[in-house]
Each structure stands twice: as structure tokens, then as C-alpha cells.
Nanobody, 119 residues
Framework: VQLVESGGGLVQAGGSLRLSCAAS????????MGWYRQPPGKQRELVAT????????NYADSVKGRFTISRDNAKNTVYLQMNSLKPEDTTVYYC?????????????WGQGTQVTVSS
């Protein structure tokens, strides 16, 4: 199973980016999916999560009202729309998903995508 993030890059403060995370492999089913980030010298922190059906989402206080998480189960993909970006949003973003495969099940992580917001 692989989770591959894309969509990171450099943007000015106030701008927007849309991150995508696509899963591939011998996947039977997904459960919760989410986005996390890890600022330099700090622990990885939750940004947003979404349940299987997309009916329930959860956001860190620092991103509420600016970021929106969504998913497309048919494409095995989770998205993070990031608006009104701030310099403090600069860091590496990782996607996470609980996946059941033909052999096992558990939480999987992507390799990360860098987001840089200039002031």
C-alpha cells in the first residue's frame, strides 16, 4: 500500500493550495483519513480528519475556517483545501489513513509534501 501526496509548493500569504493524497495497492477498504503536519523541532500534529462516509470532520483550532478536508472513496483519495494561508502554516504535510488490505490492516502514512508560505 502506498499513500502519495501532491499539491504542495510555495505560495504567498493569503493564497491557497490544494493537497491530494492517493492510495494504491491491495486495498480492500478504508476507514478514517486525515492530514497531519510536523513543524521543525515539534511533534507531528493533527490538521484535519474525515470519517469514511465524509459525514464527520475534525479540525485543529489553528486551521478552522481556512482548511477543508474532503475525500473521494471511488478514487481512494483525500484532499485538503487550504485557503488564507499564513507563514506559520509552513511545514511538511502528511496524509494518514486506516486501511484494510488483503493481508493486514492498520494506519499508513504518506511521504509528506512541503508547503511554504511566504510573508
Amino acid at each position: 500500500v502506498q499513500l502519495v501526496e501532491s499539491g504542495g509548493g510555495l505560495v504567498q500569504a493569503g493564497g491557497s493550495l490544494r493537497l491530494s493524497c492517493a492510495a494504491s495497492g491491495s486495498i480492500i477498504s478504508f476507514n478514517d483519513m486525515g492530514w497531519y503536519r510536523q513543524p521543525p523541532g515539534k511533534q507531528r500534529e493533527l490538521v484535519a480528519t474525515i470519517t469514511l462516509g465524509g459525514g464527520s470532520t475534525n479540525y485543529a483550532d489553528s486551521v478552522k475556517g481556512r482548511f477543508t478536508i474532503s475525500r473521494d472513496n471511488a478514487k481512494n483519495t483525500v484532499y485538503l483545501q487550504m485557503n488564507s494561508l499564513k507563514p506559520e502554516d509552513t511545514t511538511v504535510y502528511y496524509c494518514n489513513a486506516f486501511i484494510t488490505t488483503t493481508r493486514t490492516r492498520g494506519y499508513y502514512w504518506g511521504q509528506g509534501t512541503q508547503v511554504t508560505v511566504s510573508s
